[in-house]
């Protein structure tokens, strides 16, 4: 096959999951997870019964499949604040302001019965962008101690805790401008004493 033949086919069979996807996400926000079926997800994604599960084989799996996705996606919006950031405490400060107006932003999802669902089960993928998220929030720590502007009698990865335990809370926030308080006071506990 021409390599146009087989990037246009990737691209249509990208666009055909993606649109499983987003469909299952929108239904089981609806009407609860326990209640979407694959005729409904076929039905609202625009395909039939047959091509969805040639890409699936369940409901559970599709939602799965969407949740995976939304977590590779902050991984790499948080990458990518990081990597266009200058400066040890600027970057610290800049990936810890996006995680927290992230769980700010998917409070309502933790909420409904769609998060109770997906995180019942926390799989491999969930368990690798925890363990993803903790390294690079620790090598950030450790640029930021390495530069004077955080604390260095405490280990990095004590310090990696208490940030992501900190900013868990902002999914229970009213507001951006209140998971952005709760950075500022976050940061304030890591500072070095002296500050």
Known sequence: ????????????????????????????????????????IAGKAGIG???????????????????????????????EVRDRTDGARERLEAVLEAYALTNQGSHSHHDTDLGAFLHQDSGSHLAHAHQHLHHMIQDLLSEA??????????????????????????RTLPSRAAARRLVTVTLA??????D
């Not at 666009?15 to 987003?22: G, N, Q, S, T």
């Not at 047959?50 to 990458?79: C, M, N, Q, S």
């Open 1 to 40: 096959m021409p390599k146009l033949w087989n990037e246009t086919i990737d691209a249509h069979r990208r666009e055909v999951r993606d649109a499983i996807l987003d469909s299952a996400a929108a239904l089981a926000a609806e009407n609860g997870p326990l209640s979407v079926t694959m005729s409904q």
């Open 145 to 170: 101690a390495q530069a004077g502007d955080v604390r260095d009698d405490i280990p990095p990865a004590e310090l990696t805790r208490y940030c992501l335990s900190a900013l868990a809370a902002a």
């Open 189 to 194: 506990g890591v500072r070095p004493p002296h």
């Open 49 to 79: 019964r047959a091509t969805l599960y040639k890409y699936f084989p369940d409901v559970e799996a599709i939602l799965h499949a969407w949740h995976a996705r939304e977590i590779a996606g902050h991984l790499a919006r948080l990458t």
